[in-house]
């Protein structure tokens, strides 16, 4: 320390992705800082949010043009060990620069707020003693299987996998696993994750019903910067002891953390799109070993890595196969479509159990992934179609409001009066999406009655759930309340409507026409359906009293997939085992580990150039003998927005071969420069290949 008491401090900011994964920033300040502060440093002409990373460096050799720290938020408490080993984890793994990850995991208020600003703001923060809450007064006796999860988890160290049946009551052991680990200790603190906001409503109301409402916190996107900042500062500052969140959530600061649940944890999105590419259950795992939590993984479908490690035994099985009250999984009905006249959307048998259902009060769940009211305008006269002029795909139609939309690019159109190539005023749709689907329904019922409230016939009620028409503030949970209320007879959707939802008058769920996933390209994709078609069973029949007659219809041109057997006998097993073994033969994930660069030019020629030569740059480079690596290819959808995307896999048997690699790989791609590059970006453990 020189005279003036002057230290040279590590700060990591938000530095530009094209400076490559730079580590901390020095900057000199007398201010008594600690690692983990949070201050305002200059970085160029701008005032930054930084984070004090580490021990002030011992050497006090000047450094020209190493400035001083601006302000420091006294208001926050640093943040901990822990977090910045997580957060320096995910940087390194995940490719990425470590003050990307790090600002990028604190809510943006705390990065936008000057000192000032934010002193302001926790002065008008109400100060709250968290009392002690653990009440699980509300919760029903647990089931003998609930109650040997939750032992398991007590006594054994973990990483647990949740292997329960839809409505086996997973979310109550975690309510109780929660609990529990909040006991501990009266500062312990537990995380929650759950896959995407819509699921959150319910689950929200069910854990702060059980804790009280000041005891947990929602973490999503879905909140206001302000919401976002009060949540974040209550879970930091320990006086939140539950946050409840989406895949963000899993970089939540927590001083106590105890607990990391993450609910049906074989959902894809846990794994970030952009910037850092990060699987939160992956980190989750990590997550538990940096801090000594406990972490407990559920679903009735896990990934195949998360089963893979569960047989291994590198994560505990804990296995709850029966449904709460004795309630039996839905019959699984096949309708083989070769069978049905051509062009039919849905078959007789099927339309007629929708309908006698209608008549018994039920409601039925139909879905198809596909929104919109035709993926494709054709004019009959000519080849035109609704192409996107931008991507390499067709333009949605949406006769609500007739327009052609690219759901890539977001391109809108009005639908044109006649084909814009040869003038034809026939143009048609082809295909189906949730939109016709809903129209289509409402006239094949229209004979049909449903059951009014006070027993007398009424009209029946169709209602349409997807992104189009879940828009809205409010949208979505209006219509959920119409569905849980019983306002609604059947409910079109997309795979939106099959997740998590625990609707209690289902008792038909309908795949349209899933028939596509058996045939991509991207070798998850059986696994996705699979998870898919069982989650959608699961919406069926969770009232124990009617899960008898309750029933899963899939209308097939292929019933003889083995995908299918496996699903009639909900025989989730049987398929993960299946799975496993061609990919074990075939040297895939979890046998092997994978990592793509893409790369995204003006002209596929560029981006071609530019993995090619990142290809070639990596003879010699640490790693390199142990990795796999593959010939750059056009991704699925090749150009978006007059972007075109190119893409090269990268693979290894082993997954420090692969990191080392990737590692000493970056730095040469920063290198290379090729015209009309736009951007490239490496995914590790990319979810779609
Ligand atoms: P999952 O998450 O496994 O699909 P849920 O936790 O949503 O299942 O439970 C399904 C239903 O059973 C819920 O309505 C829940 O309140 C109820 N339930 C859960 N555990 C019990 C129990 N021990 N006794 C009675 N009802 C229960
Ligand atoms: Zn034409
Ligand atoms: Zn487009």
């Not at 195949?304 to 004795?326: D, F, K, N, V």
Request: aromatic letters at 6%.
């Amino acid at each position: 320390m020189d005279a003036s008491g002057e230290r040279r401090w590590p700060v990591v900011v938000a530095t530009p992705a094209h400076r490559g994964l730079i580590g901390p920033l020095s900057y000199r300040s007398e201010l008594a800082l600690s690692p983990g502060a949070l201050v305002r440093v200059p970085l160029g002409r701008r005032e930054v949010l930084g984070i004090v990373w580490d021990d002030p460096e011992d050497s006090i050799e000047p450094h020209p043009g190493e400035r001083p720290v601006s302000a420091q938020l006294t208001g926050v408490a640093p943040l901990g060990v822990a977090w910045r080993r997580l957060v320096s984890f995910a940087a390194s793994y995940y490719q990425r620069g470590l003050g990307e990850v790090a600002l990028a995991a604190l809510p943006p208020q705390l990065r936008d707020l000057s000192a000032e600003q934010l002193a302001r703001r926790l002065r008008r923060r109400p100060g709250h003693d968290a009392p002690p809450t653990t009440s699980l007064g509300c919760a029903p006796p647990l089931t003998e299987q609930q109650q040997q999860a939750l032992d398991r988890i007590e006594q054994e160290p973990g990483p647990f996998l949740l292997f329960g049946a839809t409505g086996s009551g997973k979310t109550e052991v975690y309510l109780h696993a929660v609990s529990r680990a909040l006991q501990s200790d009266p500062t312990a603190q537990a995380l929650v994750m759950v896959p995407e906001i819509n699921l959150t409503p319910q689950l929200l109301a069910r854990f702060t019903e059980r804790f009280g409402l000041d005891q947990v916190v929602a973490m999503h996107s879905g909140l206001t910067p302000a919401q976002r900042l009060r949540g974040w500062l209550a879970a930091h500052a320990g006086e939140a002891r539950i946050v409840l969140g989406t895949r963000m959530a899993v970089f939540a600061s927590m001083p106590s953390l105890r607990l990391i649940v993450v609910d049906e944890e074989h959902d894809p999105s846990y794994k970030q799109q952009e910037g850092a590419r990060y699987s939160a259950r992956d980190l989750a795992v990590l997550r538990g070993r940096l801090e000594g939590a406990r972490v407990l993984l559920g679903s009735a479908t896990p990934s195949l890595e998360s089963w893979q490690a569960s047989e291994s035994g590198r994560y505990r099985r804990l296995e709850m196969p029966a449904r709460i009250g004795a309630g039996s999984l839905p019959e699984v009905r096949l309708v083989d479509m070769n069978l049905q006249p051509r062009q039919t959307l849905l078959s007789s048998a099927l339309l007629e159990a929708i309908g006698e259902r209608i008549q018994r009060g039920e409601q039925s769940l139909i879905f198809l992934n596909r929104r919109g009211y035709a993926p494709v305008l054709a004019c009959t006269a000519c080849e035109w179609k609704s192409s996107c002029p931008r991507c390499s795909a067709f333009r949605v139609f949406h006769k609500l409001d007739r327009s052609l939309r690219c759901h890539h690019c977001g391109h809108a159109e009005r639908v044109p009066r006649a084909c814009p190539d040869c003038g034809n005023v026939d143009i048609a749709p082809m295909g189906r999406g949730t939109e016709r689907l809903e129209e289509h329904l409402s006239e094949l019922l229209q004979g049909v009655q449903g059951v009014g409230s006070d027993g007398q016939p009424r009209p029946v009620r169709i209602a349409r759930m997807d992104a189009d028409s879940t828009r809205g503030k409010g949208a979505l949970e209006a219509q959920l309340e119409q569905v849980h209320a019983g306002e609604v007879d059947v409910l079109v959707g997309t795979q939106m409507i099959t997740k998590g939802h625990d609707f209690r008058r289902i008792t038909l769920v309908a795949a349209v026409n899933p028939d596509s996933a058996l045939f991509s390209s991207d070798f998850r994709a059986p696994e996705r359906l699979f998870a898919l078609l069982m989650q959608a069973a699961g919406r069926a029949g969770r009232n124990a009293a009617q899960a008898a007659s309750s029933q899963m219809w899939v209308q097939t041109f292929n019933p003889r997939h083995p995908l299918f057997a496996a699903l009639r006998r909900h025989d989730y097993p049987g398929f993960a085992h299946g799975q496993l073994e061609e990919r074990r033969v075939a040297s895939m994930p979890p046998f092997a580990f994978q990592a793509l660069l893409r790369a995204e030019a003006k002209t596929q020629q560029a981006a071609l150039a530019f993995l090619q030569a990142a290809r070639e740059a990596t003879a010699g480079l640490p790693g390199a003998e142990y990795v796999t690596l593959y010939s750059p290819v056009p991704m699925a959808v090749q150009r978006v927005a007059d972007i075109e995307r190119v893409q090269l896999l990268v693979e290894s048997d082993a997954r420090p071969a692969l990191q080392r690699f990737l590692a000493a790989w970056q730095p040469v791609l920063h290198a290379l420069r090729e015209p009309g590059m736009v951007r490239w970006a490496v995914d590790v453990d990319p979810l779609a290949v």
